[in-house]
Protein backbone atom coordinates (compact mmCIF):
# COMPACT_ATOMS: atom_id res chain seq x y z
CA UNK A 1 0.00 0.00 0.00
CA UNK A 2 1.49 3.05 -1.22
CA UNK A 3 2.43 5.77 1.63
CA UNK A 4 -0.88 8.38 2.95
CA UNK A 5 -0.82 12.05 3.55
CA UNK A 6 -3.64 14.59 4.25
CA UNK A 7 -2.08 16.85 1.78
CA UNK A 8 0.28 16.58 -1.19
CA UNK A 9 2.06 19.67 -2.42
CA UNK A 10 2.91 19.43 -5.70
CA UNK A 11 5.27 22.57 -6.57
CA UNK A 12 7.87 23.82 -3.98
CA UNK A 13 7.19 27.62 -4.67
CA UNK A 14 6.19 30.34 -2.44
CA UNK A 15 2.14 28.86 -3.72
CA UNK A 16 3.55 25.33 -2.73
CA UNK A 17 5.71 25.49 0.04
CA UNK A 18 3.14 28.53 1.97
CA UNK A 19 0.59 25.77 1.44
CA UNK A 20 2.71 23.01 2.92
CA UNK A 21 3.68 24.73 6.19
CA UNK A 22 0.24 26.05 6.68
CA UNK A 23 -1.41 22.72 6.20
CA UNK A 24 1.15 21.40 8.45
CA UNK A 25 0.57 23.70 11.12
CA UNK A 26 -3.27 23.02 10.93
CA UNK A 27 -2.39 19.41 11.53
CA UNK A 28 -2.33 17.35 8.45
CA UNK A 29 0.35 14.86 7.14
CA UNK A 30 1.83 16.44 4.22
CA UNK A 31 4.46 15.86 1.73
CA UNK A 32 5.88 18.57 -0.64
CA UNK A 33 7.21 17.60 -3.74
CA UNK A 34 9.60 19.53 -6.05
CA UNK A 35 11.63 19.33 -9.00
CA UNK A 36 13.52 22.06 -8.94
CA UNK A 37 17.73 21.73 -9.36
CA UNK A 38 19.59 24.89 -7.81
CA UNK A 39 22.59 26.73 -9.49
CA UNK A 40 24.53 24.04 -7.66
CA UNK A 41 23.12 21.02 -9.73
CA UNK A 42 20.87 19.97 -5.90
CA UNK A 43 17.61 20.08 -5.75
CA UNK A 44 16.69 23.52 -3.83
CA UNK A 45 12.95 24.52 -2.83
CA UNK A 46 11.66 28.25 -3.19
CA UNK A 47 10.27 27.47 -7.05
CA UNK A 48 10.72 30.81 -9.42
CA UNK A 49 10.43 33.11 -6.92
CA UNK A 50 13.86 32.19 -4.56
CA UNK A 51 16.09 30.74 -6.89
CA UNK A 52 15.70 32.47 -10.33
CA UNK A 53 12.93 35.07 -9.74
CA UNK A 54 12.16 37.83 -6.75
CA UNK A 55 14.64 36.86 -4.47
CA UNK A 56 17.84 37.33 -6.92
CA UNK A 57 16.14 40.14 -8.96
CA UNK A 58 15.87 42.15 -5.99
CA UNK A 59 19.37 41.29 -4.76
CA UNK A 60 20.80 42.52 -8.01
CA UNK A 61 18.45 45.42 -8.48
CA UNK A 62 19.78 46.62 -4.98
CA UNK A 63 23.59 45.91 -6.11
CA UNK A 64 23.42 47.97 -8.90
CA UNK A 65 21.03 51.18 -7.29
CA UNK A 66 23.72 51.12 -4.93
CA UNK A 67 26.58 51.66 -7.61
CA UNK A 68 24.22 54.03 -10.12
CA UNK A 69 23.98 56.34 -6.79
CA UNK A 70 27.55 56.33 -5.86
CA UNK A 71 28.16 57.28 -9.71
CA UNK A 72 25.35 60.16 -10.29
CA UNK A 73 23.95 60.87 -7.23
CA UNK A 74 26.07 61.25 -4.12
CA UNK A 75 27.78 64.12 -5.63
CA UNK A 76 24.94 65.79 -4.85
CA UNK A 77 25.77 65.33 -0.59
CA UNK A 78 29.66 66.42 -1.12
CA UNK A 79 30.22 62.71 -0.97
CA UNK A 80 33.07 62.13 -3.84
CA UNK A 81 34.73 58.83 -5.65
CA UNK A 82 37.45 58.10 -7.50
CA UNK A 83 36.60 55.46 -10.20
CA UNK A 84 33.47 53.59 -8.92
CA UNK A 85 34.10 50.26 -10.04
CA UNK A 86 31.75 46.85 -9.54
CA UNK A 87 33.11 43.43 -9.88
CA UNK A 88 29.99 42.05 -11.55
CA UNK A 89 31.54 38.43 -10.17
CA UNK A 90 30.75 39.51 -6.38
CA UNK A 91 27.64 40.97 -7.30
CA UNK A 92 26.37 37.56 -8.70
CA UNK A 93 28.00 35.56 -5.60
CA UNK A 94 26.12 38.01 -3.21
CA UNK A 95 23.06 37.21 -5.06
CA UNK A 96 23.72 33.31 -4.93
CA UNK A 97 24.47 33.11 -1.18
CA UNK A 98 21.02 34.90 -0.24
CA UNK A 99 19.10 32.26 -2.56
CA UNK A 100 20.66 29.57 -0.64
CA UNK A 101 20.16 31.22 2.21
CA UNK A 102 16.64 31.26 1.83
CA UNK A 103 16.34 28.28 -0.34
CA UNK A 104 17.69 26.38 3.12
CA UNK A 105 15.51 28.38 5.13
CA UNK A 106 12.50 26.82 3.82
CA UNK A 107 14.48 22.71 4.15
CA UNK A 108 14.53 24.25 7.61
CA UNK A 109 10.74 25.53 7.94
CA UNK A 110 9.72 22.27 6.75
CA UNK A 111 11.69 20.33 9.29
CA UNK A 112 10.30 22.37 12.09
CA UNK A 113 6.80 22.13 11.08
CA UNK A 114 6.81 18.45 9.94
CA UNK A 115 6.40 19.12 6.11
CA UNK A 116 7.83 15.49 4.37
CA UNK A 117 9.72 16.91 1.39
CA UNK A 118 10.75 15.05 -1.98
CA UNK A 119 12.70 15.92 -4.54
CA UNK A 120 10.72 14.46 -7.83
CA UNK A 121 8.57 14.87 -10.76
CA UNK A 122 4.83 14.85 -9.30
CA UNK A 123 2.58 13.24 -11.58
CA UNK A 124 -1.44 13.05 -10.76
CA UNK A 125 -3.11 10.19 -11.83
CA UNK A 126 -6.42 10.19 -10.15
CA UNK A 127 -8.20 8.91 -6.88
CA UNK A 128 -5.71 10.63 -5.37
CA UNK A 129 -2.54 8.93 -6.26
CA UNK A 130 0.51 11.34 -7.83
CA UNK A 131 3.36 9.22 -9.16
CA UNK A 132 6.67 10.31 -7.83
CA UNK A 133 9.49 9.76 -10.39
CA UNK A 134 12.87 10.70 -9.74
CA UNK A 135 15.47 9.39 -12.45
CA UNK A 136 14.54 5.80 -13.62
CA UNK A 137 12.64 5.37 -10.13
CA UNK A 138 8.66 5.99 -9.76
CA UNK A 139 6.88 5.81 -6.27
CA UNK A 140 3.36 5.91 -5.62
CA UNK A 141 1.81 8.26 -2.53
CA UNK A 142 -1.55 8.94 -1.96
CA UNK A 143 -2.80 12.35 -0.77
CA UNK A 144 -6.68 12.87 0.86
CA UNK A 145 -6.55 16.05 -1.06
CA UNK A 146 -3.83 17.47 -3.87
CA UNK A 147 -2.52 20.56 -4.12
CA UNK A 148 -0.80 21.69 -7.60
CA UNK A 149 1.03 24.33 -7.22
CA UNK A 150 3.71 23.68 -10.36
CA UNK A 151 4.12 27.14 -11.24
CA UNK A 152 5.16 29.19 -14.49
CA UNK A 153 8.25 28.83 -17.09
CA UNK A 154 8.88 31.35 -19.80
CA UNK A 155 6.93 32.27 -23.09
CA UNK A 156 9.27 31.54 -25.88
CA UNK A 157 9.17 32.92 -29.11
CA UNK A 158 9.45 31.90 -32.71
CA UNK A 159 13.55 31.85 -34.24
CA UNK A 160 14.59 32.93 -31.14
CA UNK A 161 16.59 29.86 -29.27
CA UNK A 162 17.30 30.48 -25.78
CA UNK A 163 20.95 28.95 -24.87
CA UNK A 164 21.18 31.34 -21.55
CA UNK A 165 24.59 32.35 -22.71
CA UNK A 166 24.12 34.68 -25.28
CA UNK A 167 20.16 34.63 -25.95
CA UNK A 168 19.13 34.25 -22.48
CA UNK A 169 15.63 34.32 -20.32
CA UNK A 170 14.67 35.50 -16.84
CA UNK A 171 17.99 32.70 -15.39
CA UNK A 172 20.36 33.66 -17.50
CA UNK A 173 20.09 37.38 -17.35
CA UNK A 174 20.21 36.57 -13.66
CA UNK A 175 23.95 35.09 -13.99
CA UNK A 176 25.46 37.44 -16.81
CA UNK A 177 29.41 37.06 -16.07
CA UNK A 178 30.75 40.66 -17.09
CA UNK A 179 28.18 44.03 -18.17
CA UNK A 180 27.35 43.47 -21.64
CA UNK A 181 28.40 46.69 -23.51
CA UNK A 182 24.78 46.55 -25.79
CA UNK A 183 22.17 45.07 -24.08
CA UNK A 184 18.80 43.98 -26.22
CA UNK A 185 15.72 43.00 -24.73
CA UNK A 186 12.67 41.68 -26.34
CA UNK A 187 9.50 42.98 -23.80
CA UNK A 188 9.26 45.82 -21.66
CA UNK A 189 7.32 44.10 -19.40
CA UNK A 190 8.29 43.80 -15.81
CA UNK A 191 10.88 41.68 -15.66
CA UNK A 192 12.16 43.72 -19.22
CA UNK A 193 12.29 47.00 -17.08
CA UNK A 194 14.00 45.69 -13.88
CA UNK A 195 16.27 43.84 -15.76
CA UNK A 196 17.28 46.73 -18.30
CA UNK A 197 17.57 48.47 -14.59
CA UNK A 198 20.47 46.50 -13.36
CA UNK A 199 22.26 46.06 -16.17
CA UNK A 200 21.92 49.59 -17.75
CA UNK A 201 22.82 50.69 -14.52
CA UNK A 202 26.09 49.08 -14.29
CA UNK A 203 27.16 50.49 -18.08
CA UNK A 204 24.86 48.22 -20.82
CA UNK A 205 23.48 50.22 -23.21
CA UNK A 206 19.49 49.32 -23.47
CA UNK A 207 17.60 48.66 -26.34
CA UNK A 208 14.02 47.49 -25.84
CA UNK A 209 11.84 45.77 -28.04
CA UNK A 210 8.19 45.97 -27.23
CA UNK A 211 5.25 45.05 -29.26
CA UNK A 212 2.65 46.76 -27.83
CA UNK A 213 2.23 50.84 -29.20
CA UNK A 214 2.40 51.92 -25.86
CA UNK A 215 4.26 51.66 -22.83
CA UNK A 216 2.83 49.42 -18.85
CA UNK A 217 -0.35 49.39 -20.38
CA UNK A 218 -1.65 47.61 -17.20
CA UNK A 219 -0.29 50.36 -15.50
CA UNK A 220 -2.57 53.68 -14.80
CA UNK A 221 -1.56 56.38 -17.38
CA UNK A 222 -0.24 58.85 -15.28
CA UNK A 223 2.08 56.17 -13.60
CA UNK A 224 3.22 54.96 -16.91
CA UNK A 225 3.78 58.88 -18.31
CA UNK A 226 6.46 59.51 -15.18
CA UNK A 227 7.93 56.45 -15.57
CA UNK A 228 8.48 56.69 -19.64
CA UNK A 229 9.94 59.86 -18.88
CA UNK A 230 12.31 58.86 -16.18
CA UNK A 231 13.70 55.70 -18.31
CA UNK A 232 14.31 57.87 -21.13
CA UNK A 233 16.53 59.95 -18.69
CA UNK A 234 18.34 56.89 -17.66
CA UNK A 235 18.70 56.29 -21.50
CA UNK A 236 17.01 53.06 -21.78
CA UNK A 237 15.62 53.28 -25.34
CA UNK A 238 12.34 51.23 -26.03
CA UNK A 239 11.03 51.09 -29.04
CA UNK A 240 7.16 50.65 -29.30
CA UNK A 241 5.23 48.89 -32.06
CA UNK A 242 8.59 46.38 -33.02
CA UNK A 243 8.35 43.02 -33.58
CA UNK A 244 11.33 41.02 -33.15
CA UNK A 245 11.32 38.34 -36.08
CA UNK A 246 14.59 36.28 -35.74
CA UNK A 247 17.80 36.55 -33.53
CA UNK A 248 20.63 34.36 -34.24
CA UNK A 249 24.40 34.13 -32.82
CA UNK A 250 27.16 35.56 -35.22
CA UNK A 251 30.87 36.46 -34.56
CA UNK A 252 31.92 39.58 -35.24
CA UNK A 253 35.26 40.56 -36.85
CA UNK A 254 37.57 40.21 -33.67
CA UNK A 255 36.07 36.73 -33.68
CA UNK A 256 33.44 37.62 -30.10
CA UNK A 257 30.24 35.57 -30.41
CA UNK A 258 27.14 38.64 -30.61
CA UNK A 259 23.11 38.21 -31.05
CA UNK A 260 22.08 39.93 -34.29
CA UNK A 261 18.40 40.79 -34.32
CA UNK A 262 16.07 40.82 -36.83
CA UNK A 263 12.87 43.46 -36.47
CA UNK A 264 9.98 44.86 -37.94
CA UNK A 265 8.88 48.70 -37.33
CA UNK A 266 6.17 50.56 -39.41
CA UNK A 267 6.79 47.92 -42.19
CA UNK A 268 10.21 47.92 -42.47
CA UNK A 269 12.75 45.34 -41.38
CA UNK A 270 16.46 45.74 -39.89
CA UNK A 271 18.84 44.37 -38.31
CA UNK A 272 20.36 45.00 -35.10
CA UNK A 273 23.79 43.50 -33.09
CA UNK A 274 24.00 42.96 -29.05
CA UNK A 275 26.45 41.63 -26.79
CA UNK A 276 23.68 39.77 -25.10
CA UNK A 277 19.68 39.25 -25.68
CA UNK A 278 17.17 39.07 -23.09
CA UNK A 279 13.74 37.14 -23.94
CA UNK A 280 11.44 38.20 -21.67
CA UNK A 281 7.94 38.12 -23.53
CA UNK A 282 5.82 36.86 -20.71
CA UNK A 283 5.07 33.17 -18.85
CA UNK A 284 2.94 29.88 -19.24
CA UNK A 285 1.53 27.79 -16.98
CA UNK A 286 3.76 24.58 -16.26
CA UNK A 287 2.28 21.30 -16.44
CA UNK A 288 4.40 19.20 -18.64
CA UNK A 289 4.35 15.68 -16.81
CA UNK A 290 1.92 16.95 -14.29
CA UNK A 291 -1.17 15.21 -15.25
CA UNK A 292 -1.66 11.19 -16.40
CA UNK A 293 -4.56 10.47 -19.07
CA UNK A 294 -7.80 10.17 -17.11
CA UNK A 295 -6.73 12.21 -14.06
CA UNK A 296 -9.41 14.82 -14.47
CA UNK A 297 -8.08 17.47 -13.90
CA UNK A 298 -8.64 19.51 -16.95
CA UNK A 299 -6.57 22.60 -18.56
CA UNK A 300 -7.73 26.07 -19.90
CA UNK A 301 -7.31 26.86 -23.83
CA UNK A 302 -4.71 29.31 -22.04
CA UNK A 303 -2.89 25.81 -20.75
CA UNK A 304 -3.70 26.77 -17.05
CA UNK A 305 -5.28 24.39 -14.29
CA UNK A 306 -8.99 25.08 -14.69
CA UNK A 307 -10.44 26.28 -11.49
CA UNK A 308 -13.26 27.86 -9.85
CA UNK A 309 -13.43 30.97 -7.57
CA UNK A 310 -12.20 28.18 -4.50
CA UNK A 311 -9.34 27.33 -6.70
CA UNK A 312 -10.92 23.58 -6.86
CA UNK A 313 -10.02 21.84 -10.28
CA UNK A 314 -12.06 19.66 -12.11
CA UNK A 315 -11.25 16.62 -10.15
CA UNK A 316 -12.41 15.91 -6.49
CA UNK A 317 -9.82 17.35 -3.68
CA UNK A 318 -7.76 18.70 -6.50
CA UNK A 319 -6.44 22.25 -5.82
CA UNK A 320 -4.81 24.07 -7.94
CA UNK A 321 -2.87 27.68 -6.77
CA UNK A 322 -0.01 30.74 -8.23
CA UNK A 323 0.97 30.90 -11.76
CA UNK A 324 -0.59 27.96 -12.89
CA UNK A 325 -3.78 28.92 -12.42
CA UNK A 326 -5.66 32.30 -13.58
CA UNK A 327 -4.92 35.74 -12.44
CA UNK A 328 -1.62 37.80 -11.56
CA UNK A 329 1.64 35.59 -11.68
CA UNK A 330 2.59 37.09 -8.11
CA UNK A 331 4.64 35.29 -5.39
CA UNK A 332 2.39 36.43 -2.66
CA UNK A 333 -1.39 36.01 -4.63
CA UNK A 334 0.02 32.31 -4.81
CA UNK A 335 0.86 32.64 -1.48
CA UNK A 336 -2.71 33.56 0.13
CA UNK A 337 -4.14 30.79 -2.75
CA UNK A 338 -2.05 28.18 -0.28
CA UNK A 339 -3.17 29.40 2.75
CA UNK A 340 -6.97 30.03 1.70
CA UNK A 341 -6.88 26.15 -0.12
CA UNK A 342 -5.32 24.66 3.34
CA UNK A 343 -7.63 26.29 5.14
CA UNK A 344 -10.56 25.36 3.01
CA UNK A 345 -9.43 21.16 3.41
CA UNK A 346 -9.14 21.82 6.93
CA UNK A 347 -12.61 23.23 7.08
CA UNK A 348 -11.97 26.56 8.27
CA UNK A 349 -12.91 29.54 5.96
CA UNK A 350 -10.69 30.80 3.18
CA UNK A 351 -10.26 34.19 2.67
CA UNK A 352 -9.02 36.03 -1.49
CA UNK A 353 -9.37 39.08 -2.37
CA UNK A 354 -8.36 39.40 -5.84
CA UNK A 355 -9.47 43.41 -5.82
CA UNK A 356 -6.66 43.96 -3.50
CA UNK A 357 -3.86 42.15 -4.64
CA UNK A 358 -0.83 44.58 -4.69
CA UNK A 359 1.69 45.10 -7.84
CA UNK A 360 5.04 46.29 -7.50
CA UNK A 361 7.51 47.32 -10.32
CA UNK A 362 11.14 47.52 -8.73
CA UNK A 363 12.69 49.54 -11.09
CA UNK A 364 13.69 53.73 -10.06
CA UNK A 365 11.30 55.01 -8.95
CA UNK A 366 9.33 52.16 -8.05
CA UNK A 367 5.74 51.73 -9.10
CA UNK A 368 3.15 50.33 -7.31
CA UNK A 369 -0.49 49.61 -7.22
CA UNK A 370 -3.55 48.23 -6.00
CA UNK A 371 -7.08 48.32 -7.35
CA UNK A 372 -8.29 49.79 -10.30
CA UNK A 373 -6.79 52.35 -12.93
CA UNK A 374 -8.45 55.56 -13.95
CA UNK A 375 -8.84 53.97 -17.48
CA UNK A 376 -10.72 50.84 -15.76
CA UNK A 377 -13.02 53.06 -14.00
CA UNK A 378 -13.87 55.28 -17.03
CA UNK A 379 -14.50 52.07 -19.24
CA UNK A 380 -16.63 50.37 -16.74
CA UNK A 381 -19.08 53.47 -15.86
CA UNK A 382 -17.96 54.26 -12.56
CA UNK A 383 -18.12 57.75 -10.86
CA UNK A 384 -15.08 58.68 -9.41
CA UNK A 385 -12.83 61.39 -7.93
CA UNK A 386 -9.03 61.55 -7.98
CA UNK A 387 -6.18 63.07 -5.74
CA UNK A 388 -2.75 62.82 -6.25
CA UNK A 389 0.52 64.26 -5.08
CA UNK A 390 4.09 65.11 -5.69
CA UNK A 391 6.75 63.04 -4.19
CA UNK A 392 8.70 66.87 -5.43
CA UNK A 393 6.44 68.48 -2.76
CA UNK A 394 8.14 66.05 0.28
CA UNK A 395 10.43 66.91 2.67
CA UNK A 396 11.53 63.18 4.01
CA UNK A 397 11.49 62.96 -1.03
CA UNK A 398 13.58 66.11 -1.22
CA UNK A 399 15.58 65.37 1.58
CA UNK A 400 16.39 61.75 0.00
CA UNK A 401 17.02 63.30 -3.35
CA UNK A 402 14.50 61.47 -4.86
CA UNK A 403 12.04 63.92 -5.64
CA UNK A 404 10.58 61.69 -8.66
CA UNK A 405 6.82 60.42 -8.90
CA UNK A 406 3.42 61.08 -7.12
CA UNK A 407 0.78 59.20 -5.17
CA UNK A 408 -2.78 59.27 -7.16
CA UNK A 409 -6.05 57.87 -4.75
CA UNK A 410 -9.24 57.25 -6.59
CA UNK A 411 -12.49 56.92 -4.81
CA UNK A 412 -16.21 56.51 -5.49
CA UNK A 413 -17.52 59.49 -6.32
CA UNK A 414 -20.11 59.64 -4.02
CA UNK A 415 -19.46 56.80 -0.99
CA UNK A 416 -15.59 58.21 -1.06
CA UNK A 417 -14.40 54.38 -0.81
CA UNK A 418 -10.69 53.77 -2.26
CA UNK A 419 -11.07 52.35 -5.34
CA UNK A 420 -7.27 52.25 -6.48
CA UNK A 421 -4.44 53.73 -5.33
CA UNK A 422 -1.29 54.34 -7.48
CA UNK A 423 2.62 55.21 -6.71
CA UNK A 424 5.42 56.07 -8.65
CA UNK A 425 8.44 56.67 -6.21
CA UNK A 426 11.14 56.02 -3.90
CA UNK A 427 10.07 53.22 -1.63
CA UNK A 428 6.57 53.04 -3.14
CA UNK A 429 6.61 48.91 -2.77
CA UNK A 430 6.46 49.89 1.26
CA UNK A 431 3.96 52.97 0.81
CA UNK A 432 1.22 50.62 -1.14
CA UNK A 433 0.63 48.41 1.98
CA UNK A 434 -1.46 50.95 3.94
CA UNK A 435 -3.40 51.50 0.73
CA UNK A 436 -3.69 47.82 0.67
CA UNK A 437 -5.12 47.92 4.54
CA UNK A 438 -7.55 50.52 3.27
CA UNK A 439 -9.26 49.16 0.65
CA UNK A 440 -9.25 45.56 2.41
CA UNK A 441 -11.22 47.41 5.23
CA UNK A 442 -13.30 48.87 2.57
CA UNK A 443 -12.24 52.37 3.96
CA UNK A 444 -12.68 55.95 2.26
CA UNK A 445 -10.07 58.47 0.94
CA UNK A 446 -11.07 60.21 4.04
CA UNK A 447 -9.67 57.74 6.48
CA UNK A 448 -6.60 57.83 4.93
CA UNK A 449 -6.75 61.43 4.91
CA UNK A 450 -7.89 61.60 9.06
CA UNK A 451 -4.77 58.64 9.85
CA UNK A 452 -2.12 60.75 11.23
CA UNK A 453 1.02 60.66 9.12
CA UNK A 454 4.38 60.95 10.81
CA UNK A 455 6.63 63.73 9.74
CA UNK A 456 8.86 63.53 7.69
CA UNK A 457 7.87 60.86 5.98
CA UNK A 458 7.00 59.70 2.34
CA UNK A 459 3.76 58.63 3.91
CA UNK A 460 2.78 61.89 3.95
CA UNK A 461 2.51 61.88 -0.36
CA UNK A 462 -0.21 59.40 0.49
CA UNK A 463 -1.79 61.13 3.15
CA UNK A 464 -1.69 64.48 1.01
CA UNK A 465 -3.03 62.57 -2.39
CA UNK A 466 -6.05 61.51 0.12
CA UNK A 467 -6.69 64.90 1.22
CA UNK A 468 -6.54 66.26 -2.59
CA UNK A 469 -9.64 63.35 -2.95
CA UNK A 470 -11.43 66.42 -1.67
CA UNK A 471 -9.72 69.30 -2.66
CA UNK A 472 -8.10 69.73 1.18
CA UNK A 473 -4.46 68.89 0.57
CA UNK A 474 -2.14 71.49 2.49
CA UNK A 475 1.20 71.60 0.57
CA UNK A 476 -0.25 71.85 -2.80
CA UNK A 477 -2.75 74.43 -4.69
CA UNK A 478 -6.26 71.92 -5.18
P1 LIG B 1 6.84 28.68 -8.79
O1 LIG B 1 7.55 29.63 -7.93
O2 LIG B 1 7.14 28.72 -10.25
O3 LIG B 1 7.17 27.24 -8.22
C1 LIG B 1 6.74 26.07 -8.83
C2 LIG B 1 7.66 24.93 -8.43
O4 LIG B 1 7.07 23.70 -8.85
C3 LIG B 1 9.03 24.98 -9.09
O5 LIG B 1 10.02 24.68 -8.14
C4 LIG B 1 8.96 23.88 -10.15
O6 LIG B 1 10.23 23.31 -10.44
C5 LIG B 1 8.05 22.89 -9.46
N1 LIG B 1 7.34 21.95 -10.35
C6 LIG B 1 6.72 22.23 -11.52
N2 LIG B 1 6.12 21.12 -12.01
C7 LIG B 1 6.38 20.13 -11.12
C8 LIG B 1 6.02 18.76 -11.05
N3 LIG B 1 5.24 18.18 -11.96
N4 LIG B 1 6.49 18.05 -10.00
C9 LIG B 1 7.26 18.60 -9.03
N5 LIG B 1 7.60 19.89 -9.05
C10 LIG B 1 7.16 20.65 -10.07
N6 LIG B 1 6.57 38.01 -8.09
C11 LIG B 1 6.40 38.90 -7.08
O7 LIG B 1 5.36 38.87 -6.40
N7 LIG B 1 7.34 39.85 -6.81
C12 LIG B 1 8.49 39.94 -7.53
O8 LIG B 1 9.32 40.80 -7.25
C13 LIG B 1 8.70 39.00 -8.56
N8 LIG B 1 9.84 39.04 -9.30
C14 LIG B 1 10.04 38.11 -10.27
C15 LIG B 1 11.21 38.17 -11.02
C16 LIG B 1 11.44 37.25 -12.02
C17 LIG B 1 12.72 37.33 -12.81
C18 LIG B 1 10.48 36.23 -12.27
C19 LIG B 1 10.72 35.20 -13.34
C20 LIG B 1 9.31 36.17 -11.56
C21 LIG B 1 9.07 37.11 -10.54
N9 LIG B 1 7.90 37.11 -9.80
C22 LIG B 1 7.70 38.04 -8.82
C23 LIG B 1 6.85 36.11 -10.04
C24 LIG B 1 6.95 34.98 -8.99
O9 LIG B 1 8.23 34.41 -9.05
C25 LIG B 1 5.88 33.94 -9.25
O10 LIG B 1 4.62 34.57 -9.28
C26 LIG B 1 5.88 32.90 -8.15
O11 LIG B 1 7.12 32.26 -8.06
C27 LIG B 1 4.78 31.87 -8.39
O12 LIG B 1 4.80 30.94 -7.38
P2 LIG B 1 4.29 29.44 -7.60
O13 LIG B 1 4.46 28.77 -6.28
O14 LIG B 1 2.97 29.47 -8.23
O15 LIG B 1 5.27 28.80 -8.67
P1 LIG C 1 5.05 40.66 -18.87
O1 LIG C 1 3.75 40.11 -19.25
O2 LIG C 1 5.15 41.55 -17.69
O3 LIG C 1 5.67 41.48 -20.08
C1 LIG C 1 5.90 40.91 -21.33
C2 LIG C 1 5.99 42.04 -22.34
O4 LIG C 1 6.47 41.49 -23.54
C3 LIG C 1 4.66 42.70 -22.62
O5 LIG C 1 4.81 44.10 -22.55
C4 LIG C 1 4.33 42.23 -24.02
O6 LIG C 1 3.59 43.18 -24.77
C5 LIG C 1 5.71 42.03 -24.61
N1 LIG C 1 5.77 41.07 -25.70
C6 LIG C 1 5.16 39.87 -25.79
N2 LIG C 1 5.51 39.26 -26.94
C7 LIG C 1 6.37 40.08 -27.57
C8 LIG C 1 7.10 40.01 -28.77
N3 LIG C 1 7.02 38.94 -29.56
N4 LIG C 1 7.90 41.05 -29.11
C9 LIG C 1 8.00 42.13 -28.30
N5 LIG C 1 7.32 42.26 -27.15
C10 LIG C 1 6.54 41.24 -26.78
O7 LIG C 1 6.02 39.39 -18.73
P2 LIG C 1 7.47 39.23 -18.11
O8 LIG C 1 8.17 40.53 -18.02
O9 LIG C 1 8.09 38.10 -18.87
O10 LIG C 1 7.14 38.73 -16.65
C11 LIG C 1 6.32 37.59 -16.45
C12 LIG C 1 5.55 37.73 -15.19
O11 LIG C 1 6.41 37.52 -14.08
C13 LIG C 1 4.95 39.10 -14.96
O12 LIG C 1 3.75 39.27 -15.63
C14 LIG C 1 4.77 39.11 -13.48
O13 LIG C 1 3.56 38.48 -13.20
C15 LIG C 1 5.93 38.27 -12.98
N6 LIG C 1 6.97 39.17 -12.47
C16 LIG C 1 6.65 40.00 -11.44
C17 LIG C 1 7.60 40.87 -10.94
C18 LIG C 1 7.23 41.80 -9.83
O14 LIG C 1 6.21 41.55 -9.19
N7 LIG C 1 8.01 42.85 -9.55
C19 LIG C 1 8.87 40.91 -11.51
C20 LIG C 1 9.15 40.08 -12.57
C21 LIG C 1 8.19 39.20 -13.04
Not at 7 to 13: S, Y
Not at 105 to 119: E, R, T, Y
Not at 280 to 297: P, Y
Amino acid sequence: MSEQYDVIVIGGGPGGYVAAIRAAQLGLSTLCVDNFIGKDGKPALGGTCLNVGCIPSKALLDSSKNFAHMQHDYKNHGISFDNAKIDVGTMIGRKDKIVKQFTGGIAGLFKANKVKAAHALGTVMGNGDVKLTQGEKTTTVNGKNIIIATGSVPFSIPNVDIDNKMIVDNEGALNIKETPKKLGIIGAGVIGLEMASVWGRLGSEIVIFEAMDSLLAAVDKDIAKVAGREFKKQKMDIRLKTFVKAAKIISNSKGDDQVEVTYEKNGEQATETFDKLLVAVGRKAQSDGLLADGCGVELTDRGQIQVNDMCQTTAQNVWAIGDCVRGPMLAHKASEEGIAVVERIAGNHGHIDFNTVPWVIYTEPEMAWVGKTEQQLKDEGVDYKVGSFPFAAIGRAVAMNQPEGMVKLIADKETDTLLGAHIIGANASELIAECVVTMEFQGCAEDLAMIIHAHPTLSEAVHEAALNVDKKAIHKVN
